[in-house]
């Protein structure tokens, strides 16, 4: 038929709602975003009609066009938040919610999630009792400091700190410390913010402890140091190590603070890791206030961790700021209990998945890599699968030079560009994320869990056939 002639056809919206197709979703799906579907539906179609060319031929199917409303329908109330598998090998994906988190850190959400707790009661008075109390031990007696709180993120500890120590008069940083992380995060922006006077010393490449010792005055407050997570200055450089600052600190009757970023706990250079300062070591050095990612290197939730003298730290509990930037209950509980894996670093390595990952074998990498190569193979003979030498990233700003080796799987899909390929299985219910290199897809299992295998496979089978329909 003429499509033209079809516009009078299009079935009305109670016509459709009536339709079988929709009907079985009525339990399911609320009546307005049915309507909304059938609505959009039929617009769509009347366009569609509206813009062809006339003489051709076109047919209206009731049943068809209820099942595409209905299809519509459940897109709408899919959840947009969907679990996505990482072969990228980036272990701490920002964009994939960075460290996923340990079982007991799981157990312990769901445990406060689904009633009450003691979040800020003292059980054994009865009287009201302090969020901060049921991290703040086990936080001193991992890095050895006195005193410990913890707020929302690190951005917000920095920010925190930066107020309660210094608002209205001056800190002191090295220029080559002058951080940006991703998402707009940068010192000097968030020292302005926090009404903080920034009095940048040295050069880009190097800043000796004169600079800083000269820049003091009656308005400084504080020194500060930041770790440059995300760059590396190499070549012709020096900055101040921690002890030093801490010296001028002590001489000038002045507080050290340092953001350390990721914030390690324990030394991981036994599984091959360079060696990065631990909270411990800044504690040690004398450092008087240190903040760190929950996050991170650490393995747990989203957090700023915030530990030091109780001089400082007490201030900065005390400031109204922290009111507004304090961490929920759900994150301080995973908090606690992913803190109570590391009291035995063993079983925070078997525990915690960031550490697993970073921890596991090239040996154990290429055996899992192997074997699931073999059941890829065997999915489709469309399917090109290659082991090659590759690399994986810790992320998360942490490490930026460091490469962690270990190998990869180059799929190629016939007849589908790396890109096109990569499309396919992003849009797939768990979407699986690779990375793409040199025009190939790569997969990296340092970041796919064992039991996500057959998920991943299921993901490349259905790519492939969502070819074959199109
Ligand atoms: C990551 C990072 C931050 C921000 O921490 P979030 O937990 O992401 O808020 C601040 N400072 C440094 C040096 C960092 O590496």
């Known amino acids: 038929m003429d499509p033209r002639s079809l516009l009078r056809c299009l079935p009305a919206i109670d016509r459709l709602l009536a339709s079988p197709a929709l009907q079985e979703l009525v339990a399911e799906i609320p009546a307005v975003l049915l309507t909304e579907a059938a609505r959009e539906t039929v ?11 006339p003489g051709g031929d076109m047919e209206l199917d009731i049943d068809a066009i209820a099942r595409e409303a209905a299809s519509l329908a459940r897109k709408k109330t899919a959840p947009s938040f969907t679990p996505v598998i990482n072969a990228t090998g980036v272990v701490l994906h920002t964009n994939l919610g960075r460290a996923p988190m340990a079982a007991e850190a799981l157990e312990a959400i769901a445990l406060t999630a689904s009633g009450y707790t003691n979040l800020e009661l003292n059980l054994a008075t009865g ?3 302090e969020r901060f109390s049921h991290i703040e031990e086990l936080l001193c007696r991992l890095t050895g ?4 709180m913890v707020v929302n993120n690190n951005a917000g500890a920095v920010l925190l700190a930066l107020t309660a120590l210094a608002k209205g008069r001056e800190a002191v940083v090295s220029r080559g410390e002058l951080v940006e992380i991703g998402g707009s995060f940068r010192i000097p922006e968030v020292m302005a913010a926090g009404g903080v006077k920034l009095h940048e010393v040295g050069a880009t490449n190097r800043t000796h402890l004169k600079d800083y010792r000269q820049a003091i005055g009656e308005d400084t407050a504080l020194l500060l140091k930041v770790h440059p997570s995300n760059y590396r200055i190499l070549g012709f450089c020096e900055s101040v190590p921690a002890c030093d600052l801490v010296a001028l600190g002590r001489e000038t009757g002045l507080p050290v603070m340092e953001d350390l970023g990721s914030g390690m706990l324990m030394d991981l250079t036994s599984f091959g890791l360079p060696r990065e300062p631990t909270v411990r070591e800044a504690v ?10 929950g996050d991170k290197l650490l393995g747990g939730p989203q957090a700023g961790i915030i530990v030091g003298r109780s001089q400082q730290i007490t201030r900065i509990k005390r400031h109204p700021m922290a009111r507004a930037l304090r961490i929920d209950k759900l994150s301080l509980a995973a ?3 992913t803190l109570r894996l590391y009291l035995d670093e063993k079983k925070a390595v078997e525990r915690i998945p960031t550490l697993r990952m970073l921890a ?11 074997a699931l190569a073999r059941r890829i193979r065997a999915l489709s003979t469309a399917l090109e699968v290659k082991l090659i030498p590759s690399t994986s990233q810790v992320g998360g700003g942490a490490l930026p030079v460091f490469d962690l080796p270990g190998p990869a799987l180059r799929i190629a899909a016939e007849g589908l560009s790396a890109q096109h390929l990569a499309e396919r299985l992003r849009c797939q219910r768990p979407a699986l994320m690779g990375r793409i290199q040199d025009d190939h897809l790569l997969l990296d299992l340092r970041t796919v869990k064992k039991t996500q295998e057959a998920q991943l496979l299921q993901a490349l089978s259905c790519a492939l056939g969502a070819g074959a329909t199109l």
């Open 43 to 53: 617009e769509a179609l009347r366009q569609r009609l509206l813009g062809a060319l």
């Open 127 to 129: 009287k009201r009792g």
């Open 145 to 148: 400091a006195e005193a410990a």
């Open 284 to 293: 040690k050095a004398g450092i008087d206030v240190i903040s760190f990612s």
């Open 335 to 337: 908090l606690e209990a």
């Open 360 to 370: 596991v074998s090239e040996t154990e990498l290429g055996r899992r890599s192997r």
